[in-house]
């Protein structure tokens, strides 16, 4: 069980209104009484913050609004002692415009070995004027800019171009360069070194570029394709994803984190663990499951249940095809609901089932049901705990929290909001800070009133001293869902599927190598559906009628 802290939202240790690394080590024990294993860190380097640090100026160093390198060992030291490892963000495809290296290449000529670090090349056309190919940024516009000759001038006859898949202050670096592999495979040491527990590795699929770079003329997909039906694009692969190259980097970053993994020594223990797990949003399970095969990754992030609509065959075929191709490399598989890149599932599962899933949502935009969204949530949310694998849960949803989607839009700060020419609001929804206690200034996030980003009034009551301890609260949900996977095995469990039940109902059993045999029943059908016979009741994420009856949009998990 893997917790994701957004450092920027979690906890502000000096009332500047952005969480630190401070404020996270303060509430450190907050995640031990809930029953999680690991933290992962979104990014605390170094970072002009054009993406709230997704661009990192320097890998090797903790940003000042974060704190220092001693509070990042504090931070370390303190998890460590309550049991709990500590997984980091690197984001190795691109680096901020402000990086050492990125402003070298600047300075020097075209063909220079300090350009060769990233993606420069000459534009086409009469002149240079036009980008070296169409590839679009993920982020809206053009995937290049160009450079400007004279810095003082707002032409560039001789000016060469940058490629930036992200946004053009995130340069994306040029994999092909042995200068790369090694600064990458040195910023593994050092973190390692330092005590942390492994990688998330950002956009993992994305490292290495088809030779040549091809124009494409398909669309452009990152976060899963929204619609939730699966692009074929005519056949062909994206030049800009998922190449096979990349697959030589991860090989040499395994030997390294084997390195500090003693598997076959004779004093072996857990605590020597290292992991990667990689971001990649691919095309199939099939090709997620490279990353994770005996010498690459640990684990990669399974999209496909978080972006199964709310049906039971869509569910049942996401968890089916995940953990055969998860199974056909002999790794385990992962589950997740919510992160920071999309709209909170206590919001998306309130929104019409089938409906594309929204980039954002904002004032004048089609709004959720809550109270919907919420119940469909804690459903989804058991079924996903009772799954074989590992789960990674997103900061603030075991409050039941939803996306902000009334934010005003002045202040909004994610890049794709401007740079989509407004069309799409982006991700500034789901980063809101925590809500800690109900009563106080910024519900308890910090010592004042102060944050990043506006929290909504509804934060106030989902606040954690508001439901710790309260019967039927999500927090207390997500507590007992944890201790009870833990006691029943349920992580390194076998799943079998149950017939007999309605095709709206997703049921199944998950068998522990002890042998205890947990029943999971999730019914999203608008029928009630009996709890079977002699079955005891372990946890729900909704009350079961007097008569052993279970609701629509509610899961039980069962003894048989």
């Known amino acids: 069980m893997i917790y994701q802290i957004y450092p920027r939202s979690w906890a502000d240790g000096n009332g500047d209104g952005i969480g630190d690394l401070p404020g996270i080590t303060s509430r450190l024990p907050y995640l031990r009484d809930l029953g999680v294993d690991a933290v992962w860190l979104s990014p605390f380097y170094v970072s002009p913050m054009a993406d709230a640090g997704y661009d990192v100026a320097d890998y090797r160093d903790i ?20 049991g709990l490892k500590v997984i980091v963000d690197l984001v190795p495809n691109h680096s901020s415009d402000a990086h050492a290296w990125f402003q070298a290449a600047l300075a020097a000529a075209p063909g220079s070995p300090e350009r060769e670090r990233y993606v420069f090349r000459d534009g086409r056309g009469p002149g240079g004027y036009l980008p070296p190919n169409n590839w679009l940024c993920v982020f809206g516009g053009a995937a290049w800019t160009r450079v400007r000759a004279d810095k003082d001038s707002d032409t560039s006859p001789d000016g060469q171009w940058y490629l930036h898949l992200f946004d053009p202050k995130q340069p994306d670096f040029n994999w092909d360069n042995p200068q790369v592999r090694a600064e990458f495979e040195d910023v593994l040491r050092f973190w390692l070194d330092r005590g942390v527990d492994g990688f998330r590795v950002d956009v993992a699929n994305a490292l290495v570029k088809e030779a040549g770079l091809p124009d494409w ?22 030049p800009m994803w998922d190449q096979d190259g990349v697959h030589e980097v991860y090989l040499a970053w395994r030997q390294i984190l084997n390195s500090y993994n003693p598997i076959d020594a004779a004093d072996y223990s857990a605590d020597n663990d290292r992991i990667l797990c ?35 065959p869509d569910l049942r075929d996401a968890v089916t095809t995940s953990l055969t191709a998860a199974d056909s490399v002999g790794a385990p598989t992962t589950w997740v609901l919510s992160n920071h890149d999309v709209v909170r599932h206590t919001s998306r599962l309130g929104l019409p089932v089938g409906d594309k899933r929204p980039n954002g949502i904002g004032v004048g935009d089609p709004q959720p049901d809550a109270v919907l969204g919420l119940r469909r949530a804690r459903a989804a949310t058991a079924l996903m705990l009772s799954l074989p694998g590992s789960s990674y849960l997103y900061q603030g949803e075991e409050l039941g929290l939803p996306d902000s989607t009334d934010m005003p839009d002045d202040v909004r700060q994610d890049p794709t909001w401007a740079r989509s020419a407004h069309t799409e609001r982006g991700r500034d929804g789901c980063r809101v800070p925590m809500p800690w206690e109900g009563d106080q200034p910024s519900y308890g996030f910090g010592p004042s009133a102060r944050t990043w980003l506006p929290q909504p009034p509804c934060y106030a009551a989902l606040a954690v001293d508001q439901q710790v301890a ?38 199944f059993v998950n068998e522990s190598a002890s042998g205890q045999r947990v029943v ?14 002699g079955a005891l009741g372990l946890v729900s994420s909704g009350p079961v009628t007097a008569q052993g009856l279970i609701p629509t949009d509610t899961t039980v998990w069962m003894t048989a």
């Not at 940003?63 to 309550?82: K, Y």
């Not at 669309?219 to 056949?235: M, Q, R, S, T």
């Not at 999971?520 to 016979?533: D, F, Q, R, Y």
Request: charged share 25%.
């Open 63 to 82: 940003d000042p609004i974060f704190g220092t390198l001693a509070d990042a060992d504090t931070l370390l030291a303190t998890a460590h002692d309550l």
């Open 217 to 238: 003329d398909e669309p452009l997909h990152l976060l899963g394709d929204a619609d939730g039906v699966p692009h074929d694009h005519h056949g062909k692969k994206p």
């Open 278 to 312: 990689a971001e990649a949003w691919v095309d199939s399970p099939e090709r997620l499951a490279r990353y994770v095969r005996e010498d690459e990754m640990h684990q990669a992030f399974n999209f496909e249940f978080l972006q199964a609509q709310w049906r039971a």
């Open 470 to 507: 309260v019967q039927g609260s999500t927090l207390e949900l997500y507590r007992r869902l944890l201790a009870a996977r833990r006691e029943q095995g349920l992580g390194a469990g076998s799943l079998t599927w149950l017939g007999g039940y309605p095709d709206e109902v997703v049921a």
């Open 520 to 533: 999971v029943i999730t019914n999203l059908g608008e029928e009630s559906v009996p709890v079977p016979a």
